[in-house]
């Protein structure tokens, strides 16, 4: 079965740059999440996108930004990098509530590293 | 949503069963309890929810109390694969489509299976 699918898997950057991580979720999922996990920490929920609409907004820097258009792939776009923002981003996607159980679905992350 | 309480960490011998416990004293009637696992760096994994009755899916038997302040996720025969950060989390019904369907990630439970 089709999974969420992010990339790049790793991406190196240094402070100050700019990084794009894409995600597009299982087909027929109609929301979209995003969590940024720094090591040894959880998972911490930063935004979500239901219908290509921003649906609920965590702690997000004001430095990143995400979208979702219309085939339903996201991207997370993260300015002014960093050190701490070094982390795995992972992305989930969950199926309409008229279907869904309530789980999401959860793509295997994207490593940022900032030099 | 509820506060959980898990414990830091666990062990437990390949083959015996697993039984990881949680608190959920706070949660309110219409709240699922959600469980999900992380093998190390790896995208989390939806394991079974359940609201007040018990759970049984092909991964794990979802045990929950009948005031419903705690619940038990057991894992009948443990494998060394199933070494991994076990997260318990609370979180209301997809009431619409779209809204309130993030999960908020605690402090889970460290399960080590010892051969």
């Known amino acids: 079965a089709a999974g969420v699918i992010q990339s790049p898997r790793h991406l190196i950057k240094e402070k100050r740059e700019t990084a794009t991580l894409k995600c597009y979720p299982i087909p027929r999922h109609d929301t979209v999440y995003w969590y940024q996990q720094g090591p040894g920490q959880d998972p911490q929920f930063l935004i979500s996108f239901y219908e290509k609409m921003q649906s609920d907004k965590g702690s997000i820097p004001d430095r990143f930004s995400a979208q979702q258009f219309s085939d339903y792939h996201s991207e997370l776009n993260m300015s002014s990098l960093e050190l701490g923002d070094s982390a795995l981003y992972f992305c989930?996607?969950?199926?309409?509530?008229?279907?869904?159980?309530?789980?999401?679905?959860f793509g295997e992350g994207s490593r940022l590293t900032v030099l | 949503d509820a506060k959980t309480t898990q414990p830091t960490s666990m062990d437990c011998a390949e083959g015996r069963a697993a039984n990881l416990p949680c608190n959920h004293s706070?949660?309110?009637?219409?709240?699922?309890v959600y469980w999900y696992r992380q093998i190390h760096s790896q995208g989390p994994q939806y394991i079974i929810h359940?609201?007040?009755?018990?759970e049984t899916n092909e991964m794990a038997s979802l045990i929950i109390t009948e005031d419903r302040k705690s619940s038990t996720l057991i894992l009948p025969h443990a494998t060394l694969r199933d070494t991994a950060v076990y997260y318990c989390?609370?979180?209301?019904?997809?009431?619409?489509?779209?809204?309130?369907?993030?999960?908020?990630w605690g402090l889970g439970t460290s399960l080590a299976v010892n051969p």
């Open positions: 359940g609201l007040k009755n018990n």
């Open positions: 706070t949660i309110s009637g219409n709240e699922y």
């Open positions: 989930a996607s969950s199926r309409p509530s008229s279907v869904s159980t309530g789980e999401l679905f």
């Open positions: 989390i609370v979180r209301g019904p997809t009431i619409n489509a779209g809204n309130n369907r993030k999960l908020i």
